[in-house]
């Protein structure tokens, strides 16, 4: 068990963790094109990779892929309040999280502490039926409500058809549905054809 963790941090800290140096540096490029910043988890396999690929489709200059091990962040609290900084200090005029993971609640807070004014936006990639019998993602999913409601999160979308005004009349919150570009599967029609 406990080689198993040191293992598996030295993965994360191989193959998944970004220096913060290196953070700033792909915020700075993102922001010299947009004011606009759109964070995905990254993926873990499978794990977070439709979501990630619908914010590359709908956000393609200006997302940034904050890096994750499955849904638990590879930073220390002190190191996201410092990427919560430099996202405050390039003055992002639109802050919209896809997905939700935990770890966003602190950055979301911390976000609005600094700036009052920014915007930020929340799209809910998920549907209803995925928080039955999941404990987790019914925490997470109550969260992101309460977020709604204190105003820390400004605009609430979903993907999922409906969704919107499911959850606008149940809970009475400002909804908006979300529709996604469909993907580019000309490669993989164009394989099962020639064969």
Known sequence: MIFDKLKEKAFIRKNVRIELDVVAEILHKIR???SILAISPTPTKYFWLGVNQAT???????????????????????ELQEIVNIVT??????IIFNGYCGYF???????RLLNKGIFIALIYHGSLSELAGNQNMKKDFSTILNLVKEKKIDRLGFVKKGLDQCIKKIFQIDTCPILLPPPDISSILCEKVSR
């Open 32 to 34: 010299s094109t947009s």
């Open 56 to 78: 590359h489709n709908l956000f393609p200059l200006s997302f940034f892929d904050l890096p994750q091990y499955y849904s638990r962040s590879v930073y220390s609290p002190s």
């Open 89 to 94: 200090d390039l003055k992002f005029e639109k």
């Open 105 to 111: 609640e602190s950055i979301i807070h911390n976000l």
